[in-house]
């Protein structure tokens, strides 16, 4: 149960991505200066994803030991 719980929680970090991607196009041309900061965001969520994810198997990993 928990497990799932956590990959609700990576897929949650890719969908900020998304919508941190899409501010920052839409914000591009009125203001650069919070486009590059929304585009930050997308790195942060982008790598939180793949931290979590690989926090998620090892405790997998450990789980089965």
């Known amino acids: 149960m928990i497990n799932k719980i956590y990959k609700v929680v990576e897929y949650l970090y890719l969908v900020m991505a998304v919508f941190f991607a899409y501010e920052a196009i839409n914000n591009w ?3 650069p200066t ?3 900061l ?3 965001f997308v790195g942060v969520s982008i790598f939180m994803f793949f931290f979590r994810r690989n926090f998620r ?3 997998e990993e ?3 030991k």
């Open 29 to 31: 041309s009125e203001n």
């Open 34 to 36: 919070r486009a590059y």
């Open 38 to 40: 929304f585009l930050a």
């Open 57 to 59: 198997k090892k405790m």
């Open 62 to 64: 450990r789980n089965k």
